[in-house]
């Protein structure tokens, strides 16, 4: 009987493996992942819109919202135009959104590496001084900063922790992805998300980046010429995508292609995968780890091995400590650098020891699979304090200020209205006209515009808007009354944080997720000595990263505030 391969007896999509299943047409894989990112990205649509709003009312643009006005749709910018009023804005949000960052920024949060084993804690101690350093070098202050703003205006902030040169230095760095540009799997229910299958990133990249990141000889970056020759022609995506957007004006700044012709779009996308593995537990050492299939003659070869020593030794096989194995299905991430035509620039399994992708998310609260920020809760009701302003300053235009009531009848001959008009607002001016018997003499008008209690409305609504975002009072840093004790005062602004207590605690959660990848970067690439320096902090000095001590120590990490903390996480 004739022998064929067993690849040919096999259909690739019976296959156990997901890599394998999508491999049956290299072509058609690549677009599968890219296709199955555009959808995440096309579901996200609502959540960029609706920060693209947030920040324009955090940045004072308040009038560019869409009104109905007979049918007609325009902005509230163009309908107080209509009226003869330019519009004007009393920006709270922007003052509550400073308040709620200076009551972050006086927390005293610090980092600290704890090992499990406590008789490794001195490796702890050498672990938080490095990772100090790291963050000192990264200006995590500063960088934190900004992804508290972003987390007070939009609620959703993403890190990216990265291995590579940088600043003529080698290190583990951190970098802040806008929304804007993030995928992620829109059918996450974990508030915590780790429910999510796919994370990614569209980068905008000029050629010389792209090529000194993914070429690694002539050919690869031949082949990336070619690439970006065609995916950076507009037209050529338009008619490449025309079944799937169906027009060229549709397809300008979006998925597929960047708003500047200039760059090159890199679409960077981590999946889910799966394949049988065996999860392995070596009795001899108590070390847990996961072996490919085609390394189970080696670990039943290693038992054997152990069996024989065993017996020489006159230990009976069943007392032998072995590698347990087991059969599982293992799921870990994979990694994909993709062109808008599907090609791959840059594939493989995570690099980094902890087994995940580069990123850190946290979207608040996240109950209904969508964020809900402080800035959100506030744009009615800046809406209505910039309605009241406007219509006060609509109503001192239209009113009577100062009108002057000249009877006709009493027009001197020789006086023209301009004559009258002179001298009536000159100082000292006169008038000489020929009183009539029946006729009133003349009068000035002028309307009183506060009858209409606009500055009352006004006054509720500002109080109104400090007692729905919970920014208020001492939090704002207003000036205590009169009298009041210093005791009192504290106590009132300790009693504001109380609705800041959750926004805090989350981001927190989130900081000490990303740190604890920073950490785990240092862990696995920091391989050699190296000399570490903190100034300013209580780990201040020069100390010395030792990898060997580090290399068998698993850590966990804390955040702990210091004594200028006003609020505790």
């Known amino acids: 009987m004739k022998i064929v391969s067993k690849s040919r007896l096999i259909k690739k999509e019976d296959s156990l493996d997901s890599l394998v299943r999508l491999d049956g047409n290299g072509e058609k894989r690549n677009m599968q992942i890219l296709y199955k990112a555009q959808r995440s990205w096309d579901g996200l649509s609502k959540l960029r819109t609706n920060r693209e709003r947030l920040l324009r009312y955090t940045y004072g643009d308040q009038y560019m ?22 519009p004007k804005k009393n920006n709270l949000i922007r003052k509550m959104v400073r308040a709620v960052i200076g009551v972050y920024k006086k927390q005293d949060i610090d980092f600290t590496a704890i090992a499990r084993d406590r008789a490794e804690q001195k490796v702890g101690e050498m672990m938080t001084i490095t990772l100090q350093a790291n963050r000192e070098m990264n200006r995590m202050d500063e960088l934190e900063t900004r992804l508290f703003e972003e987390f007070v205006i939009s609620s959703m902030v993403f890190t990216k922790e990265s291995w590579g040169w940088r600043r003529n230095r080698k290190d583990t760095w951190t970098d802040i992805v806008s929304p804007d540009y993030m995928i992620f799997d829109g059918v996450m229910q974990d508030v915590r998300h780790w429910d999510c299958d796919m994370i990614g990133q569209i980068h905008d990249l000029p050629f010389q980046e792209v090529a000194s990141q993914f070429a690694h000889d002539p050919a690869s970056y031949k082949r990336l010429v070619e690439i970006y020759k065609f995916s950076r022609d507009e037209y050529y995506m338009a008619s490449h995508y025309d079944t799937i957007y169906g ?40 070390e847990y780890y996961k072996v490919e299939i085609d390394e189970y003659d080696y670990i039943a070869s290693e038992n054997q091995r152990r069996i024989e020593q065993g017996a020489e030794q006159g230990i009976p096989q069943e007392d032998v400590p072995l590698i347990e194995v087991e059969w599982f299905m293992d799921s870990y991430w994979y990694f994909r650098f993709l062109s808008p035509l599907g090609d791959v620039l840059q594939e493989g399994e995570t690099p980094f ?188 000095g020069i100390k010395k990263y030792q990898p060997t001590l580090a290399q068998d120590v698993e850590f966990d990490l804390s955040i702990t505030e210091g004594l200028t903390s006003h609020l505790a996480l």
């Open 247 to 286: 027009s060229y004006s549709q397809i300008r700044g979006s998925f597929y292609v960047p708003t500047d012709p200039n760059l090159c779009r890199v679409i960077e996308v981590w999946n889910k995968e799966q394949k049988p593995r065996y999860r392995c537990h070596d009795i001899l050492n108590g």
């Open 353 to 540: 020891k902890h087994g995940e992708h580069p990123y850190t998310m946290k979207i608040h609260p996240f109950l209904d699979r969508k964020p809900h920020s402080l800035v959100e809760d506030s744009i009615d009701q800046q809406d209505f304090v910039n309605e009241l302003i406007t219509l006060y300053m609509l109503m001192a235009k239209h009113s009577a200020k100062g009108l002057l009531m000249f009877p006709e009848q009493l027009m001197p001959e020789d006086l023209s209205i301009e004559d009258i008009a002179e001298q009536y607002a000159k100082v000292n001016g006169m008038i000489v006209y020929k009183h009539k018997d029946g006729v009133p003499m003349p009068q000035q008008l002028a309307s009183n515009i506060s009858n209409f209690n606009i500055s009352e409305l006004l006054k509720i609504e500002m109080s109104m808007f400090d007692n729905v975002t919970g920014v208020e009072g001492a939090l704002q840093g207003k000036s205590p009354a009169s009298g009041t004790a210093a005791s009192l005062y504290d106590m009132q602004t300790q009693n504001a944080t109380t609705t800041l207590v959750d926004i805090l605690s989350s981001f927190g959660n989130f900081l000490k997720e990303a740190n604890i990848k920073k950490m785990s970067n240092i862990h696995q690439y920091y391989t050699d000595e190296r000399v570490v320096s903190i100034a300013g902090t209580q780990y201040g």
């Open 65 to 86: 919202d869409k009104v109905s006005v007979d049918g007609v749709m325009m902005s509230k910018e163009e309908y107080w135009a209509q009226q003869g009023v330019i």
